[in-house]
């Protein structure tokens, strides 16, 4: 018999709590997400407050409270790299061991972009690191006039195609995302994800992007507790980008989100049903629109949306429900460059049948967080995969 009959993980897309140990292997020493964020701008989360997260972390101006109704840890990550589909695997129970490649600095190798050319049948422009909104005002006016295909990265490990809605249309988009997937199975240019960035408009100071963005992502190389609790007829309900950072793998149902706002909302609505089983959300606002961009006033705001938010999933919860609040990644708007950073997470844990909280040991891996949950259902971890339960402290 299981503990909790459904079990809500929301992960607060790049929410670091400050450096890990080995920071500065990535360039990441001094990186603080959220407190970095709290001191410049003062954000107000009260429910986050009395689950226990100035207990967990020392934020300016805010005092740690006397009996937090959450219990709390920190949560290093064992896996190499800070992205986002290294993060979310590795709490699901894998342990990447070989970081997926950037091409950050260089752009796409000459030999994939003259095969992406002759496969698409377009001439490829860009093929750089860049802003998505930025590089279809560069970039955009030609694509449309000339019907070429804009092709791009980041500092994560993405190639990402832009293509006009109106234009190019979003099945030819798709399929020319679809190819390029195929193209970097290849060892040397194996990329986490493909994304098709749509937009519409038709000249500069007129483009959007719209919410149909897609990723197809690589399938994870091991079987995940995802695949496990499906396997053994449970819910694995997914919110946000969730499905597609496992390529649909252990996924039962899937619920797309054009906001984070929209993605509480969603997990709202999924509480006010019948489960038996898990919830896995991922908000993805806080690190592409505020973290990468470098807006701390941004990312504040976003986190008392958040907040908000989060107050109202509390009155939905059941004495059997469990909720876990925790992150991938950091990616401190105040920090150099735009990447991500190499920081601890929060774990955050909150159910109606706790007697009371407080402060758990830390964690030497994100992969407790599966542990905990193929423990609460009574399945077997997976073959080759990390990771211990922490249930019992729950």
Known sequence: MSKYKRIFVVVVDSLGIGEMADAAKYGDSGADTLGHI???????????????????????????????????????????????????????????????????????????????EKRCGRKIIGNKSASGTAIIEELGEEEIEKGHLIVYTSADSVLQICGNEETMGLENLYKYCEIARELTLKDEWKVGRVIARPYIGMKKGEFKRTSNRHDYALKPFGKTVLNQLKDNGYDVISVGKINDIFDGEGITESNRSKSSVQGMEQTIE????????????????????????????????????????????????????????????????????????????????????????????????????????????DVDMPENTIGYSVLDNL
């Not at 592409?288 to 938010?309: Q, T």
């Open 270 to 377: 999924i509480a006010d049903r019948d489960f038996n089983g898990l919830c896995f959300v991922n908000l993805v606002d806080f690190d592409a629109l505020w973290g990468h961009r470098r807006n701390p006033k941004g990312y504040s705001e976003e986190i008392e949306r958040f907040d908000e938010k989060l107050g109202e999933l509390l009155n939905h919860l059941n004495e059997n429900d469990l909720l876990i609040v925790t992150a991938d990644h950091g990616n401190d708007p105040t920090f150099k460059g735009t990447d991500h950073t190499r920081e601890r997470v929060p774990f955050i844990a909150y159910s109606p049948a706790f007697e009371k909280g407080g402060k758990m040991d830390d964690a030497s891996t994100f992969a407790v967080i599966g542990a905990t949950i193929a423990d609460n259902f």
């Open 38 to 116: 709290v001191e410049n701008e003062g954000t107000n989360m009260p429910n986050l407050h009395k689950l226990g997260i100035a207990n967990l972390k020392e934020l300016k101006g805010l005092a740690p409270v006397e009996n937090p109704i959450g219990k709390y840890m920190a949560l290093n990550e064992k896996s190499v790299g800070k992205d986002t589909m290294t993060g979310h695997w590795e709490m699901m129970g894998l342990n990447v061991e070989k970081p997926f490649k950037t091409f950050t600095e260089t752009g796409f190798p000459d030999e994939l972009i003259k095969e992406l």
